[in-house]
């Protein structure tokens, strides 16, 4: 294991004992500190029960699991004090007005007083929950709950934070400040990890992706990575101005670009009509299109490069959609 | 040594959040108290249907009772809901100590709930019974050792309990524990007196809240008329109650540590 894995999992399996399959069925993964690792996948995938491994609530069935070089299975208080979870649902201390739910999650962590106190000003200001500090949380919304939790995480400065399902069940708004906090927390070096089944918040937030499927991880690289596994994965879509007396010849003259693996019109009106032109890395071919076209007398009104969804990479990978 | 803190913090929370309702605590624990001493007490041997010793003889019992119920509800009822649906307690798990210490607070705080309500239980009496309240004053270490076990009793059925039964299960499962704990542990007679009804008799020593009851009694009824009361040899009851601590303990232990860890 080098130096700078943060996570590192091993032949992980975890079948539960009521299950004939296993729910985790060899998993290995490693995760470097200060990255953002992300997987993504379908519900029953896994992830929660990778999740539950990493953070002391499951234990596996044959595998290993380690965290910031601990052996989590051997010794689950030392990986204790270096994660902090943020679960699917709230499992906040009802009993506890917000305020005291961080500084009692602080205090067994075993942090002094001065500390927690200051440190729970700084976080509920910063998490915009700084007015509302003395209420109990029944009254909290879904996103404001799960910012609590985020508070409550990072009250004992973890060096490693797991997001299980982060956005599910969240506004857009509040999506969106998560997921700033999120680029936030790791620009201030927390390595994270973090399950989804949404495409762009994997795409957004995440350097790697590792995608799974019932119990195993199919693929994991970048993002950009896993986009180039699609063959031909990447086109180029460009809006011409051409009468319908032009359109063969504007084919003909894009098929014939060198890299070009398929040209497609769709789109069509009397005025103009939209190629798509497919090709193993299109960004290179936006010279040489727009050359094409206007060598033909017609001219472009619009030229984008198209990236490939993961849930594109997804379905190439399993015949399925994700959802 | 951040075992201990994160115990001691944990503990803290469970003493704040109880402070906080201290008031519906005491109210749920010694309501049914305060009329079980009304009633047999005062009213029936004031319109001559109980002997007047019952009150002395029934007051041990009473506190007995009390003491394991507020334990046990301290400990049951936050589990059965925490470890159903709630999951409040993760963060208590996600502490750096070991499980089978969160366990113990929980165990330890129960305790202290029941304690308590034991002892408010003198107050009580004291202003219910007047005359009637009668506690021999030369056992007191005896009598606090017995509200202590009596407590932990308590709090580790309580724990048991809290671990086994599902959240629907809640109302049916009291019925079914309760109501024969309540009448099977020797607090409205002594054991001595059930001579008569042996199978029975042999039924109460099968319930832990017997063996509270009556070493409450040997540490609080004075002897009568001459004779001290008799009642079950305490040595017996000292390992009846421990091994029902350690043995409660160790099985809710073992089944908590199933539902948290799997």
Redesign the interface.
Known sequence: MSAASAIRVSQLVKRYKTSKTNAVDGVSFEVSRGEIFGLLGPNGAGKTTTIGVLTTSILPTAGSAALMGVDIARDPIAAKRRIAVVPQQSNLDRSLKVREILTFHAAYHGISRKQREARASQLLGDLGLGDRQNEKVNRYSGGMAQRLMIARALMHEPDVLFLDEPTNNLDPQSRLFLWERIHELNAHGLTILLTTHDMDEADKLCHRIAIMDQGKILVNDTSAGLKKMIPDGTALEVRVHAGAEKREEIATALQAIPGVAKVEARDGDAESLTYRIQANSADTLIGPVAQAVLATGAEVRDLSVKQPSLEEVFISLTGRHLR | ???A??FL??L??DL??TGREFVPFLMQALMQPMFFLFIFGKVLPGIGLADPHLATLMLPGIVALTGMIAAMQGVTLPLVLDLGF???I?????????VWCVVLEKVLFGAMRGAIASSVIFPLGRWILGDGFVVRPDRIPALIGMVILTALVGSTIGLLMGTIIKPEQISLMFTLIFTPLLFTGCTYYPWGALDNIRWFQILTLLNPLTYCSEGLRYAMVPPIGGRPFPTLPLDWILLALCVSVVVMFLAGNRTFYRR???
């Open positions: 040594m951040l075992a803190k994160a913090a944990i803290r929370r704040v959040v709630a999951r409040e993760d963060d208590r798990l996600l502490a750096p100590l070991p948290v860890v799997t």
